[in-house]
């Protein structure tokens, strides 16, 4: 299997740039099972295509302002830096952008006030130590930037702090949104209740790995990213409630899918807490869930992957050429798509 079998022509001005009005006013391809013809709706219509009973599993993940600037100490050179994780002791593991790569025991001094203190390298990151007033994550609540994904050609408005977050975002550490969930309001939340749907949460911390291309052609050398998850008690038993009910587990996102299918054994869905770097692609059987609500990935991209390991490669680059030729919006700011397990 090659990367270059999840290839598609991208317009590029379907990249949205920036949110519409209305989380929930996105549109919202429905893709049913089989060779049934597609459907155009918006995501505000979501509750006419679940029934109750039906379960929606949300990561309810925190994206932080990960983003920060700065100048080596001595040269001044210009730095920018986005923490990929937050770690124990005012650390963090981050990607370190600059004309000469900083070398373990260099200093950057920060625009935002403070230094950083270059550890170590490790492959594409480097360990940073923070000497800044107070706690690292309270101070980059306030003295960090909003990292908007590379394709976003602009710099992050004051809009941006919360329309680059769930509404249910409650567990800090992510460094990119998970953003199917972007597409929920409270009134969406509320016809959804209505309906008698159920929710549930996990959490996974999106890194900025999500955001690296796939550097091997052959699919199977690529070695995947690493991000940390908590599929909890209550969570399993819900999806057990929901099954054993004739309920239907519904995905919001492909970070709620790697959660689940990370803390899944031999079908049943298990409590776990820890790192992973599960890799879907086709062939792999993915069981935790029934339906996916998911936006528009890039091409050859491990989350396109995972999109067409669970409902099929030939009909998601179908949808996919559909979308294009519909003008849909692409990538974090944009359309979703709703999509049911191929088996």
Known sequence: MKKSDFSFDLPQDLIAQAPLAERSASRMLVVPPGDAGYDDRQV????????????????????????????????GGRVEILIERLLPGNEARAQVGASKTPRPGNLIELDAGGVAEVVARDGGFHHLRFHVDGALQAWLEKAG???LPPYI???????DAERYQTVFAREAGAVAAPTAGLHFDEPLLEALRAKGVG?????????AGTFQPMRVD????????SEWINVGAALVEQVRRTREAGGRVVAVGTTVMRAM??????????????????????????????????????PESTLLMLVSAFAGRERVLAAYAHAVRERYRFFSYGDAMLLHRHD
Do not use: C
Request: hydrophobic share 40%; net charge negative; no cysteine.
């Open 199 to 207: 929710f549930g949460h996990v959490t996974l911390h999106v890194g």
């Open 261 to 298: 299918e990370s803390a899944t054994v031999d079908g049943e869905l298990h409590p776990f807490a820890g790192e992973t770097a599960i890799f879907i692609v086709p062939g792999y059987r993915i069981t935790s869930a029934d339906i996916l609500l998911t936006n528009f990935h890039l």
């Open 44 to 75: 505000r219509e979501l509750p006419g295509f679940l029934r109750a009973g039906d379960l929606l599993v949300f990561n309810d993940t925190r994206v932080i302002p990960a983003r920060l600037f700065g100048r080596k100490q001595g040269s």
């Open 145 to 147: 930037r909003m990292p």
């Open 153 to 159: 050609q602009r710099e992050p408005g004051a809009d």
């Open 218 to 225: 052959d699919v199977r050398e690529h070695r995947m990213h």
